[in-house]
């Protein structure tokens, strides 16, 4: 077990080119979040999976977010034509569905600067 | 919607002294999960409560779930530098068993 894993820790992108960010789970683990979080605040719910299914994507999110996850393994966060305001860290989080709650296990982040 | 609460937003103890962070849901919840994050860090898992008035304790640190299932606080006793960072509290949504919302953290300092 060697945690979740992102890619890449810190991406620097002009206003308007697209970024495109990578997270491989615990791989033992089915389901799958991306989250966003700004400086001094908690993280912002974006979408999770299950398996290779989208089950949810917040309301928050543009059409410019999208999300896959592919064959159920690792995931993939493109940010279209982005702006200033998507400068955040964007956090990737897996774990194993249980009945009664499941602890989300955390990666290092990618953090994004839109210059 | 669905919001999670957390007072207070900061906290600043001498080494020693007890801390105590409190987190409220607009609704009841099935469970909550409290994390903490380090300065520069990612949220680590630290418990989960499940039961209406459950308390669990690590260590030096006290958690416990509200009878009405609607809040929850973390209590660590002679805080030492090492407890540094930020605390969350997080839990499902009403609608969504699986979709975790965090409430906004209490970040905690500790002066030597």
């Known amino acids: 077990d060697t945690g979740v894993s992102q890619n890449p820790r810190h991406k620097i992108t002009k206003r308007g080119q697209n970024v495109t960010f990578r997270c491989d789970p615990i791989s033992e683990h089915n389901r799958l979040y991306w989250y966003r979080q700004t400086l001094g605040q908690g993280p912002e719910f974006l979408t999770y999976f299950q398996n290779e299914a989208q089950l949810e994507k917040s309301r928050l999110l543009s059409d410019r977010f999208s999300a896959e996850r592919p064959k159920g393994s690792f995931s993939t966060l493109e940010i279209q034509r982005t702006e200033q305001g998507d400068s955040a860290m964007y956090l990737c989080a897996s774990s194993f569905r249980t009945g009664e709650g499941s602890p989300l296990h955390f990666g290092n982040g990618t953090r994004l600067t839109v210059t | ?112």
Not at chain 2, 10 to 36: A, M, P, R
Not at chain 2, 46 to 68: D, H, M, N
């Open chain 2, 1 to 112: 919607g669905q919001q999670v609460m957390q007072i207070p937003q900061y906290q600043h103890v001498q080494e020693g002294e007890d801390f105590t962070t409190y987190c409220n849901s607009s609704t009841t919840l099935s469970n909550i999960q409290w994390y903490k994050q380090r300065p520069g860090g990612h949220p680590v898992f630290l418990i989960q409560l499940v039961k209406s008035g459950e308390v669990k304790k690590q260590k030096r640190l006290t958690f416990q779930f509200g009878e009405a299932k609607k809040n929850s606080s973390l209590h660590i006793t002679a805080t030492q530098t090492t407890d540094v960072g930020t605390y969350f509290c997080a839990g499902p949504t009403k609608t969504s068993y699986d979709k975790v919302i965090f409430g906004p953290g209490t970040s905690l300092s500790v002066i030597p």
